[in-house]
Antibody, heavy 117, light 107 residues
Framework: QVQLVQSGAEVKKPGASVKVSCKAS????????IHWLRQAPGQGLEWMGM????????DYAQKFQGRVTMTGDTSTSTVYMELSSLRSEDTAIYYC??????????WGQGTLVTVSS | DIQLTQSPSFLSASVGDRVTITCRAS??????LAWYQQKPGKAPKLLIY???TLQSGVPARFSGSGSGTEFTLTISSLQPEDFATYYC?????????FGQGTKVEIK
């Protein structure tokens, strides 16, 4: 069965970076884009960007340009999202999602990133 | 960016009620719209795509309609497991954007 398993919760200090992983299984990894979204506590969903795991090509939301990097490793069917220069407003649950015909049919379980001094 | 506005933001209803949630887009998006359900502590779940197509495994009491700038999600007979927050999302343009959510609570 299709699964996206994300890495565990992180606590970071302001100015630091965080790297969240998303390991895919149960399908052909290179056939589906992965998008990353986040959800601040008690808030809605925010799109961060996407990666084509087959070629490693990416596209990021303008809000995160220069701070986010998405990469993929086809040997382990894993994608990564790294966010730098963290600030308190980046405290959120980060989700990876599989894209099927533009829609998000499978989601990771979410990774809580807490930014606190 | 395309803005999506959901109404209401909060809805109190009873089991068996018919519930309708509206999503309005700031510009036309044809039928490039999805609805997701999110329960506390869980990732969202795809309910409907292309505005009105039911995702596999989703109960038939859920339905979607609309095109252009106005869309609706209807739950024909609310069940206990339907109490959750619902989000619309447009996939017409990048960046992908979501409505602010509609929380459905038990009356």
């Amino acid at each position: 069965q299709v699964q996206l398993v994300q890495s565990g919760a992180e606590v970071k200090k302001p100015g630091a970076s965080v790297k969240v992983s998303c390991k895919a299984s149960g399908y052909t990894f290179t056939n589906y884009y992965i998008h990353w979204l986040r959800q601040a506590p008690g808030q809605g969903l925010e799109w961060m960007g996407m990666i084509n795991p087959s070629y490693g090509s990416t596209d990021y939301a303008q809000k995160f340009q220069g701070r986010v990097t998405m990469t993929g490793d086809t040997s382990t069917s894993t994608v990564y999202m790294e966010l730098s220069s963290l600030r308190s407003e980046d405290t959120a649950i980060y989700y990876c999602t599989r894209v099927w015909t533009d829609y998000y049919d499978y989601w990771g379980q979410g990774t809580l990133v807490t930014v606190s001094s | 960016d395309i803005q999506l506005t959901q109404s209401p933001s909060f809805l109190s209803a009873s089991v068996g009620d018919r519930v309708t949630i509206t999503c309005r887009a700031s510009q036309g998006i044809s039928t490039y719209l999805a609805w997701y359900q999110q329960k506390p502590g869980k990732a969202p779940k795809l309910l409907i795509y292309v505005a009105s197509t039911l995702q596999s495994g989703v109960p038939a009491r859920f339905s979607g309609s609309g095109s252009g700038t106005e869309f609706t999600l209807t739950i024909s007979s609310l069940q206990p497991e339907d109490f959750a927050t619902y989000y619309c999302q447009q996939v017409n343009n990048y960046p992908r954007t979501f409505g602010q959510g509609t929380k459905v609570e038990i009356k």
